[in-house]
């Protein structure tokens, strides 16, 4: 496989100059995953070097006490655009370029299963950092931190548009993820090779797939919470303005619901990684391959029931502290168990230690440390103390440094070679790992400690304590030598790009798929497949005489659903979860009612009578589907008439109840029950409405009899949606109408 | 010098934390020594050379496994244990009514005793010896209250007040801040905490309880006539003077016996007090007091009064 030795042939050296522009341009318009991933790890590093000079220009004015090189207001702003960066502009994208680029590949596909959605959630998130700095210009940048703690992020307190540009960039950002997350799930369940199976999925794509399953299930939290946020400062309305009864410690549930998942969800693609270099450069397969994947489920399980140890000096409870220190005391064991087999994986191998190994063994070691001051968090008392202080802001700092981005850098050097046929210096890459290891140990470590001194994290200056001054001051020379890792690190892209030693195929003599095709690979990834009948078919093929033993049954053939059901199944799934938020928080403020108008004013009967027309349609759209599947075009087209139909009575009637509640002077930023239901039937006419467009979508291409048989899976598709926004009716019904009855 | 040291602790609360963190970090450490110690021997013992053939491969081992989930496990039941007996100990259920309520604005604490009535901003003295059950309040955005030798943090939510113990074993002074970002000064809302002997805490709490007092001669007159016709009312309270009890700023009935300006930003000394007045949005910009453009004389008399209310 290690054939290759002339230069990668690349299509572009035989065209001339106009089709050369063109064929550059067309990466604007790609739909390839591998292009995708190269753009999204590019608008990563971008970003990456964006938030990092705001890190370095906050280490400056925390250098000495009581510095005036920021203005606080400046500082602020600084802080909050580092952490919104870094977090939704480099690592989240920095992890789906990896994942687009190399789960295709690693499964034995030739692109994601819906490349143009793979477009689509790629340009949202340009588009969302346009957004988030586009703020700057306008009045200012947000200056409330990453997590917006309400009320400090409403309308009295940040009157200015930052928050709100924020907002609407994380909402986009959160819809690309989604996007993408939907088109990963699909990739893996309808697009693997034959005999790919789930148990023969590499770990890096195993770990992935999960990490899919978080993202459609905790972003659409986040975005209820910023529609929320958005509708309080825009409209009005009152979800988290304590002092017209709304509540700042539900934005805090809703957010850290969404922020802790998150926090995983950005440590996946780590985890991935490390399971592929450590293997490779132990020449070894992992050690417990079943418990790296099942502790991933576990994780993914738990992290859904850990976001109150973000809370825990918020005065929730001895109960609710209690609940969540043991779930978050829990996840620890899974992730220990992560730990233990990779090191383990490296006992009795022959380790070679080339620049992404060496990553991986500091993010071993700094992933090891930041576990356990993880853990110190989770007992409650001690959080009392450190929460807030320095001390948490080096905890998370060696999960988002020390771990994910040397996991990054890591996957750099290793495919680096695959990507663009060349290998990167390891001498260059040598001074980046060390110059990193030094800077970022210097600049964390000490911070534990000041956090210990009293230090609290998010002030732009500090008074001349004991110590302080010293312990800053090294913190901040310690970012000197990371930021000069990142130059380094540049440099090595750029030159090895041109210069660097030709890869060939598999470089590093590594066993799964993306290293069984030429580098870069071609349009369509391979040429052909080697068969696969364990976890590493490379091996096999390069060890005939000891192949791994065979993993399952050797089905050559993969049952594979169709990947459009798949897709919008996972969408609905990611829809509940934004329901399920609107709906309590509706039940929230519903169990605190307040004076002024309530579910009394709603008029039920009229209501129960739409709701039957919206129940209908559900039926008359299944009738619809089976005249299809019949082939009896006039009759199909009947019964989607008569859904679309009853789709826009519902509306008209949702509309009735608005126009009546306005009459009486109740609107959104009326009083909370205003608020909070006008935002839950407002999402949901909404979501009717998109259906019935989509409907008259198929409506329109069956009309003009651009319906061949084959196209039905769409058309379920599009009813399983249509079938969806019915019970979320049926379940705002039920809360909103029904409920107030049985008081 | 004083510290806001949480390894230094105090106060049985504190101090319940502290001897919790150090059994922790036992564990800690040996966790970190053990799984440390195994990369560490993989990485010399395992070094691979140039030409060797590969590795025997094995893929795993299932008892392993089970030892490394159930042993965490163990020391998961055990934090937790500890968890519980710590929160009872560092954070016990508050007092029918508190002995002190504290309430947090942008940028600056509210102190109100409610027993005696004294109200006071950013210095609050207690008396050594004593828990004291406090009440923590908000009346704008998220703040917390965080002083690490003597308690557990915890912050104030508007609407959703939070109680917790206080109390200092030794007379001292004890340093503290605001440690949930609250806005443009966050940095300087800085607690001063002054524990003393229960006699001296009771005689400032009878010198606190006093009106201001009345100004009698130039300048200082002059300063209070200014006080009171320049809005400075709407804002600040000083008992004794008539109309003057607003509390969106800190009270200025005893000012000049507090150590610090701007909740810890300047020492509090004339000279101090002089240039704060001047130009308080140049001191702390962000802060809610505007910039008056008072003139220099104003500025003596006006500093002049302030002085007098010890």
């Known amino acids: ?743 | 010098m004083h510290a806001s040291n949480a390894l230094d602790p105090q106060s049985p609360q504190a101090r319940a934390i502290y001897d919790l963190g150090i059994v922790a970090t036992i564990v800690f450490v040996l966790i970190f020594v053990v799984v440390a110690g195994g990369i560490v021997y993989a990485i010399f013992r395992f070094r691979g050379r140039e030409g060797e053939p590969e590795p025997k491969q094995f893929a795993g081992n299932e008892k392993v496994e089970i030892i490394w989930t159930v042993i965490p496990f163990l020391i998961v039941v055990f934090l937790f244990a500890l968890t519980l007996r710590g929160m009872n100990r560092a954070d016990p259920p508050p007092a029918p009514s508190p002995d002190l309520v504290v309430t947090g604005h942008q940028f600056w604490w509210q102190a109100d005793y409610p027993a005696s009535g004294v109200v006071t901003a950013n210095e609050i003295h207690i008396p050594a010896g004593k828990p004291l059950s406090v009440r923590l309040d908000s009346k704008d955005v998220l703040h917390e209250f965080w002083v690490p030798e003597l308690a557990r943090k915890m912050t104030t939510v508007p609407g959703q007040p939070n109680n917790i113990w206080i109390q200092a074993d030794k007379p001292g002074v004890y340093l503290g801040t605001c440690s949930e970002f609250c806005g443009t000064q966050h940095a300087w809302m800085r607690i001063v905490v002054v524990a003393e002997e229960p006699s001296k805490f009771e005689a400032w709490q009878q010198a606190q309880l006093q009106p201001a007092q009345t100004a009698t001669s130039d300048p200082a007159a002059k300063g209070l006539a200014l006080f009171q016709t320049s809005t400075c009312m709407n804002c600040h309270a000083i008992r004794g003077v008539p109309g003057a009890n607003a509390i969106v700023a800190p009270d200025l009935t005893h000012v000049a016996s507090r150590k610090q300006i701007g909740a810890g930003i300047l020492e509090n000394t004339p000279a101090n007090m002089r240039k704060w007045l001047k130009n308080p949005q140049h001191v702390k910009p962000g802060v809610l007091m505007p910039d008056f453009n008072f003139t220099g004389q104003q500025l003596d008399e006006l500093t002049a009064y302030l002085d007098t209310l010890r």
């Open chain 1, 1 to 743: 496989m290690n054939g290759t030795t002339t230069a990668p042939a690349s299509p572009a050296t035989l065209l001339d100059p106009a089709e050369h522009w063109h064929h550059r341009l067309a990466w604007l318009s790609t739909v390839d995953h591998k292009r995708i991933g190269v753009l999204y790890l590019l608008t990563g590093l971008f970003f990456f070097v964006v938030g990092g000079l705001e890190a370095l220009v906050l280490r400056v004015q925390l250098a000495v006490p009581k510095n005036h090189f920021l203005q606080p207001d400046t500082f602020n702003q600084l802080f909050t655009m580092h952490g919104t960066t870094m977090i939704f502009l480099v690592v989240i994208p920095v992890g789906l370029g990896f994942v687009n680029y190399f789960l295709p590949l690693q499964i034995g596909a030739r692109d994601m299963a819906f490349p143009r959605l793979n477009a689509f959630g790629f340009w949202l998130i340009p588009f969302g950092g346009i957004l988030l700095h586009f703020s700057v210009l306008a009045g200012g940048a947000p200056a409330v931190g990453w997590f917006s703690y309400a009320p400090l992020s409403e309308t009295p307190y940040s009157s200015t548009l930052g928050v709100d540009y924020w907002a609407v960039a994380l909402f986009v950002l959160g819809i690309g993820s989604v996007a993408t997350a939907i088109n990963i799930i699909a990739t893996v369940i309808c697009r693997r090779a034959p005999g790919m199976t789930m148990r023969r999925l590499p770990l890096f794509t195993w770990i992935n797939f999960v990490n899919a399953f978080m993202i459609i299930l905790a972003l659409p939290v986040l975005n209820a919470g910023l529609a929320m946020l958005l509708i309080d400062r825009q409209l009005e309305g009152h979800f988290f303005l304590p002092f017209h009864g709304g509540s700042a410690v539900l934005w805090q549930h809703i957010f850290w619901a969404f922020g802790h998942p998150e926090v995983y969800i950005m440590v996946f693609p780590a985890f991935g990684i490390v399971s592929e270099v450590i293997p490779v450069f132990s020449r070894k397969p992992i050690f417990g391959y079943a418990f790296v994947a099942a502790s991933s489920v576990a994780i993914a399980v738990l992290s859904m029931g850990v976001w109150g140890h973000h809370m825990f000096t918020v005065g929730m409870g001895r109960a609710a502290n209690s609940f969540f220190a043991i779930s978050s005391l829990l996840i620890a064991i899974p992730t220990g168990v992560k730990v233990l087999n990779w090191t383990a994986t490296m006992i009795g191998g022959r380790l070679r230690f080339d620049v992404p190994m060496l990553f991986c063994i500091a993010f071993l070691i700094q992933f090891l440390l930041a576990g356990i001051t993880g853990i110190s968090h989770a007992v409650v008392p001690l959080d009392w103390q450190t929460k807030n202080s320095y001390f948490l802001v080096a905890h998370f700092h060696f999960v988002a440094v020390g771990a994910i981005v040397f996991a990054f850098f890591a996957a750099v050097y290793f495919w680096f070679p695959k990507m663009s046929g060349r290998m990167l210096s390891e001498r260059l890459g040598k001074w980046t790992f060390w110059l990193m290891v030094i800077g970022f140990n210097m600049t964390f470590i000490i911070q534990h400690f000041l956090g210990l001194l009293g230090m609290p994290r998010r002030v732009f200056t500090y008074p001349n304590l004991p110590h302080w001054g010293w312990m800053n001051m090294l913190s901040t020379v310690g970012v000197l030598f990371m930021a000069a890792a990142a130059l380094f690190l540049v440099w090595n892209l750029a030159v090895s790009f041109f210069r660097g030693k030709i890869a060939g195929d598999n470089p590093w003599n590594a066993w799964t798929l993306e290293w069984a095709t030429t580098s870069p690979p071609p349009h369509e990834n391979f040429h052909a497949l080697p068969p696969i009948r364990s976890r590493r078919p490379l091996w096999d093929i390069a060890n005939p005489d000891r192949p791994d033993p065979v993993v399952g049954e050797n089905t050559s053939e993969i049952e594979s659903p169709d990947k459009t059901k798949t897709g919008i199944l996972t969408f609905i799934v990611s829809e509940a979860a934004f329901f399920a938020i609107l709906l309590l928080a509706y039940l929230y403020f519903y169990a605190r009612p307040q004076p002024g108008p309530g579910p009394r004013e709603l008029d039920v009967p009229r209501t129960l009578v739409f709701s039957l027309c919206l129940f209908a349609s559900s039926f008359t759209l299944w009738r619809s589907e089976i005249a299809l599947g019949r082939q009896r075009r006039g009759s199909m087209l009947g019964w989607l008439v008569l859904t679309i139909t009853l789709g826009g009575v519902f509306l008209v009637g949702q509309g009735m109840e608005y126009w009546k509640l306005f009459q009486t002077g109740v609107d959104v930023s009326t009083n909370l029950f205003a608020t909070s239901f006008f935002t839950l039937t407002g999402f949901h006419g909404l979501h009717v409405f998109l259906g019935l467009v989509a409907l008259l979508i198929f409506l329109w291409l069956a009309w003009r009899g651009d319906f061949a048989p084959g196209r039905s899976s769409a058309f379920e598709a599009a009813g399983y949606y249509w079938h969806f926004v019915d019970i979320v009716w049926v379940f705002v019904l039920l809360t909103v109408y029904i409920l107030p009855l049985a008081r």
